[in-house]
């Protein structure tokens, strides 16, 4: 027969529960990271040490919480993904996982936007962007190809910058100025050519994720429209769905 110590006591770890397991989600303890101690962190939570511990022995049950005796609580690492709802730059969220973000210029020039690009991203056919192909890595493994058409005349500071290793959402916030609000993203499934295969080290026709996007700032201006290949064993997307009211 349960009391209403023990029903009060059950509420307070799954209270607890939720609160850490959203935590995660939203990657404030990032993946591999050691989370704080767990006096500190039952402190901060507000409940006692038992309590605690049962609502971590119950991430640890569903895999995202690896313990050591020694060390304490790790999240565990997983295949890197986008946190939900959240735009972020491949640079942003490796970081945000404890990984170490590179990037390879693969191809970088000028040229006169086409018809597609130009309706796009709003602007007259034949004006000028910059498309700048990269080999995105993560801690020296290579996980995307991203080729990314910037419009020149909303970011023309990138035109003499060297752009290895940067993000190009934080640089066209720092260097020109312009802050990115949202993105217009779409995903599909696809398999590997012989070039993509050679760049992201896996078998021609292996499955890849290929994601397409336009970029706006805060405005609305459209600024960057983009192409990002990825391995499919090192990537997935996520995101929150809701029906209309």
């Known amino acids: 027969m349960s009391t209403g110590v023990d029903t009060e006591a059950g509420s307070a770890v799954m209270e607890t529960y939720r609160r850490l397991n959203d935590a995660l989600r939203r990657g404030v303890f990032p993946a591999g990271g050691r989370l704080p101690g767990e006096r500190d962190l039952a402190g901060s939570l507000g409940v006692s040490r038992s309590t605690l511990r049962h609502a971590l022995a119950r991430l640890a049950d569903e895999g995202k919480l690896e313990r050591s005796a020694q060390r304490g609580w790790f999240v565990a690492r997983s295949v890197v993904g986008e946190p939900p709802s959240t735009l972020q730059s491949f640079s942003e969220m490796a970081r945000a996982r404890g990984l170490t973000p590179t990037s390879e210029i693969l191809r970088r020039h000028e040229r006169p936007a086409g018809f ?16 700048l192909r990269r080999l995105r890595s993560l801690d020296g493994v290579p996980v995307c190809l991203d080729t990314s058409v910037v419009v020149l005349s909303q970011a023309a500071a990138l035109a003499d910058m060297d752009l290895t290793d940067r993000s190009l959402y934080e640089t ?53 429209s983009g192409r990002m290949i990825y391995r499919s064993d090192a990537y997935r997307f996520q995101a929150d769905l809701f029906r209309p009211i």
């Open 116 to 131: 597609e690009e130009a309706e796009q991203l709003g602007i007259a056919p034949a004006a000028r962007v910059l498309e």
């Open 172 to 224: 066209l916030e720092r260097e020109c100025g312009i802050r990115i609000a949202r993105s217009s993203y779409t995903v599909r499934a696809d398999a590997a050519d012989e070039e993509i295969a050679r760049f992201l080290q896996i078998e021609p026709g292996a499955p890849v994720l290929v994601g397409e996007e336009v970029t706006y700032a805060d405005d609305g201006t459209p600024i960057l």
